[in-house]
């Protein structure tokens, strides 16, 4: 069965051909970015082949177009009509959308009204998804929410000391995100401890980053919260704070509530601590020089990591596992050292060597808790749960 994924942004398409059988296996991929501007770059590959160039792209129908013509050029497919099914990444589905789910006019009209929760994401990934409806048009369309691999999350944990009325009447509440990748780096976390059950903290460290607790395939608790800037600092964004910080500075800065949003999205995190860069590689370049500020932002970013690992074993109750995965997670081998030595009392031990080259497993043989480096992959999670929807 050969399923299309697709994950759009405002601006750009992520594309991938995955063949599921016994295994799931990427056979084409690539990325669209800069959809609408003056110049936008398309890179694709199938195995070994590989293509990269830059060239006007107006629209995410155009984008896709693109997608398809390399596709048939590679050889990979020679007619739409092997695509079997299409995933679409969806960020919000709100309280409504708990698992994978076709993509039917109703449907299409919930995830437009559920888009005031997600004005940045909800609305690109519909052109994604009215794009590819158009142009793949005998295959089912199935939706895959970030949010929904959170919605096990218990009440004591997903509402806010707020007014009640709020999140009845507004719908403010924890809903988490990034949950595709949390859930496959459990699925595979599970899968190397070699038993289906355990407590573990999944540590997803990119440009956006989140923690999950996981208890028996279950997400308890997830840092990201009512909107992706809650929980630890990104990128650029400020994860938790001060609440009264940003009503503070708004009169202090005179500036209004979309300003602020921009200072707490795009002017903060990573990037304001470091006072130059919200990419970690710039950051360990200068850090290995002695940098002030970079061994700082490093030394700040590890400790709130590590106290949100803290709190969720207290969550759990317990720990079998911590998952590293994403950019940061992936590669950082620095941070996850700096992380887990916040953790011994939790009985963490890492291996230094198999940590330092990013191996898979990199706890030493005595640690009472098991850690990995696990390489993030939605759209093999999206391909999952899309065969078992179908079947
Ligand atoms: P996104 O959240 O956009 O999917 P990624 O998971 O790809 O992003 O993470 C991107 C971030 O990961 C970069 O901004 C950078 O900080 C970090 N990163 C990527 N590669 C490395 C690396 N080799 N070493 C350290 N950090 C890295």
Excluded at 114 to 140: D, R, S, W
Excluded at 310 to 330: C, K, M, Q, R, V
Aim: aromatic share 10%; glycine share 8%; proline share 3%.
């Amino acid at each position: 069965m050969n399923i299309f994924i697709v994950n759009a942004g405002s601006s750009s398409l992520k594309f991938q051909l995955i063949k599921a059988g016994n295994e799931f296996e990427t056979i084409y991929e690539g990325i669209v970015d800069g959809i609408g501007r003056a110049s936008c770059f398309f890179r694709a590959s199938a195995g070994k082949k590989k293509i990269e160039y830059k060239k006007r792209i107006p629209t995410h129908e155009r984008a896709l177009k693109e997608a398809i013509s390399i596709l048939f050029e590679f050889g990979v497919i020679n007619s739409l009509n092997k695509i079997d099914a299409v995933g679409h990444r969806v960020v919000h589905g709100g309280e409504k959308y708990v698992k994978a789910t076709k993509l039917t006019v109703p449907v299409i009209r919930n995830i437009e009204a559920i888009a005031e929760l997600a004005p940045l994401h909800n609305p690109a990934n519909l052109q994604g998804i009215y794009a590819t409806m158009k142009i793949i048009t005998h295959a089912p369309h199935i939706a895959i929410f970030d949010t929904a691999f959170h919605q096990t999350i218990p009440q004591k944990a997903y509402m806010y000391a707020l007014p009640n009325s709020w999140y009845k009447d507004y719908h403010v509440r924890k809903y988490g995100f990034h949950g595709t990748n949390h859930k496959y780096v459990a699925h595979q976390t599970y899968n190397l401890i070699g038993k289906n059950k355990g407590k573990l903290i999944t540590c997803h460290l990119g440009n956006g980053s989140s923690l999950s607790a996981i208890d028996n395939n279950k997400c308890i608790d997830t840092s990201m919260g009512f909107t992706p800037l809650d929980g630890i600092p990104m990128g650029t964004r400020s994860g938790s704070i001060d609440p009264a910080i940003p009503l503070y500075m708004m009169e202090k800065l005179k500036v209004d509530s979309n300003k602020m949003n921009g200072f707490l999205n795009k002017k903060s995190g990573i990037l304001a601590i470091s006072n130059f860069s919200s990419d970690v590689r710039d950051i360990w370049a200068k850090a290995q020089k002695g940098h002030k500020n970079a061994l700082y932002t490093l030394e700040k970013l590890a400790y709130e990591v590590a106290m949100k690992i803290g709190a969720y074993a207290t969550s759990l109750n317990g720990l079998d596992a911590i998952t590293f995965t994403a950019g940061i997670g992936e590669n950082a081998w620095y941070l996850r050292r700096d992380i887990c030595s916040y953790l011994s009392y939790l009985g963490v031990k890492l291996n230094s060597k198999k940590n330092r080259i990013n191996a898979t497993q990199i706890h030493s043989p005595d640690s009472k808790v098991k850690v990995f480096v696990i390489k993030a992959n939605e759209g093999k999670q999206m391909a999952r749960e899309i065969v078992s929807f179908l079947k």
